[in-house]
């Protein structure tokens, strides 16, 4: 039945503001040191960046992820349905041709092989994209911090999300670490 009072909880999670500590690095290797230190605590920190490194996703650590489930689903998905939607129909409307078999496996391999791929890119692209919606609504970056226009050119950002309690030991810890600017926000 219908429960009003997930609802609610539910909203009041999207509608929550954001409590944590943000700062501003000018360099890579201060960044990667604060996101470990940040990490070893137990929290997992999000980070913004000029342009991919390869050093913050190694910082980061391992990461699980839906993407390469919903790609072997909807692939094998493509596969079942290039293959068996052909060998539905021939043997629907059998056109027997020169004693060759009706459902003859080899003719259907390229029509399975084209839907493999196009059902695998649709639904990979379309679970990025969800999958990226839901992530902006469980982890928040604060308003002020999407705007610093200085990420975008020569700056990096680290944003951890934590109690009240936790925001003077992680802003201690990105000061420590040669943050340029921190923030600390409080919802």
Known sequence: GYNS???????????A??????????????MTDTIEEVRSKGIRPTTLSPCPRHEID?????QFTLVPWIGLAFAILGCTIG???PAWTASDWVLPVGGKPVVAITPFIVIGFELTILFTAIHVLAGLAILGIIDSYRFPIP???????????????????????????FETVMKNRGAEEVHVEKA
């Open 143 to 169: 308003k002020a911090c999407k705007e610093y226009p200085r990420f975008q050119r020569d700056r990096f950002g680290v944003v951890v999300r934590c109690n009240e309690s936790q925001l003077s030991e």
């Open 5 to 15: 009072t997930n609802e609610k909880s539910w909203r009041r999670t999207l509608m």
């Open 83 to 85: 293959l068996g939607f």
């Open 58 to 62: 190694h910082a980061l650590g391992p």
């Open 17 to 30: 503001k954001f409590t944590g500590v943000w700062g501003v690095f000018e360099n890579l290797d201060e």
